[in-house]
C-alpha cells in the first residue's frame, strides 16, 4: 500500500527529480522490444571502448568530493533503503558510511568534500511520505535531519562555506551542519513579489556573497530574481532551480526552455545579456563543478563538458547521467542504467576510433528502429529517433 501511495504522490506532484539515471530510451521504446534492450547494451559498450572504470550497481546519485574520493548512493532492491559509500578512485576501494532510509530523490556535496546533504520522502504517520533533509558528515559520520516541506531540492549549497542555504519561516537562511548555527541571509519580505504560493523557494548566492538569486516555482514556471545590495531585477527563462548554478561572481548558467525543447544559457548580471551553450535537448542535468570550472550538461543524453575558463565545449559521444568532475578536471563519473563509471577524458580523448565504431553501431539500431513502428512507445518515439539518427551523425561526421 505504502509503495503505491508513493508511486501516485510522486507522479501528481509538479516537482522534478533531480536525476536517478533517466534512460530517454526507455521513454520512447517499448519494454519487449529485444532492439531497444539492445541499444543499452551497445552504450554500455562505449563506456568499454574508452576503458572507463566501473565502479558499482544499482547507483542512484554520485558525486566528487575531494581529492580521489567520492559518494555514492546505492539503492539496494529489498532493503527499503540506501547505502551511502565513499569510494577512492586511486585504492578502488570503498567503505560504507552510512545507511538511509526512504526515497532520495536528490544530493549534493559540499565544496569541500566534509559532508553531503540529501533530499528524501519518508513516510511516517501519514499515508503521504513527508519531506526531510538529510546531511551526513564525513568529518564526525554524524547524521543529522532538517525538517522541510518538500522531498525535493529545496536548497543550496554555496562555494566557499561548509554550509546549507534555504528557505525558513523567516526567510532565506543560512545553516552550517558541524555547529547548528543558523543566520537569516534576507527576510521573508523581501522577495515576497516572486514567492509563489505553495511552491519551492531557493536561493543561490553569488561566490562573492555580493549578490543573491532567489527562484520560486515548480514544474518548470519559475520566477527568479536577483538581489544585490543596492539593486534587484528579475532574470527571465529559468525553468529549473535544480539546474541552476553561479559560475562565477558575475556569471549564472542555466536550463530554460520547455519539454521537448530545453537549452542551456550562460547570463552575465553586469550587462544583463544572455549567451547561448546548447540551442535544444530533450533533457539537460546541468550541473556545475566549481574547482574544475566546468559546466556539464546533455545533449540528449549524450555528456557535454563545457570550460568556462576557456569557453570550449567536448561532446564526448558517451551517454548518461550526473555527471560529476573533480578539480582537476582530467575524469568524470556519470551513471547508466544505474552503473557508475569513472571515465579518463585523455583515454576517452585517445580511443576516437573505437568511439566511432560504437556510435556506427547505435546509428545503426536507430535507423532500424525508425522502419518499425512496433517497437514505439508512443506518437513522440519517431521524432526522438530521428533526433538521435541526427545526434550520431554528427558525432561521426565530426
Known sequence: MFRLSLVCFLLLLPAELRARDINLDELYFKKDSLRAQHLAIQKLDVYQSVQAHLVDRDVVFAGWLSGSDLFYIQEVPGL????????????????????IPGVITAARASPDGSFIALKRLIRKEDVVPSGETVIYSFRTGKTSILPTQTGFLDFDIPSGEPAI?????????????????????????????????????????SPDRRNTLVISGGGGSYAARLYGVRTSFPIPGISSASETFWVDAHTIAFRSGSPGSFSVRRYDVRSRTASTLLSSSLNTSLTYSPYAATLSFLNDQVICLHTTRDGKTLITGIEG??????????????????????????????????????????????????????????????????????????????
Open 80 to 99: 527499503a533503503g540506501n547505502i551511502l559509500f565513499q569510494y577512492n578512485a586511486y585504492r578502488q576501494r570503498r567503505t560504507e558510511r552510512t545507511r
Open 165 to 205: 542555504v534555504y528557505e525558513s519561516s523567516a526567510g532565506i537562511t543560512e545553516y552550517y551542519p558541524d555547529t547548528g548555527r543558523t543566520r537569516l541571509l534576507i527576510e521573508k519580505r523581501r522577495y515576497a513579489d516572486i514567492a509563489v504560493p505553495g511552491a519551492t523557494t531557493m536561493a543561490l548566492l
Open 321 to 398: 547521467e550526473d555527471v560529476s568532475i573533480p578539480a582537476t578536471g582530467s575524469r568524470f563519473i556519470s551513471l547508466f542504467n544505474r552503473r557508475l563509471f569513472i571515465v579518463n577524458i585523455e583515454l576517452m580523448k585517445r580511443n576516437e576510433l573505437l568511439l566511432r565504431r560504437s556510435w556506427a553501431s547505435i546509428l545503426a539500431t536507430y535507423r532500424e528502429l525508425s522502419l518499425d513502428r512496433r517497437y514505439w512507445e508512443n506518437e513522440y518515439s519517431l521524432d526522438y529517433i530521428r533526433r538521435k539518427i541526427r545526434l550520431y551523425s554528427s558525432l561521426i561526421d565530426g
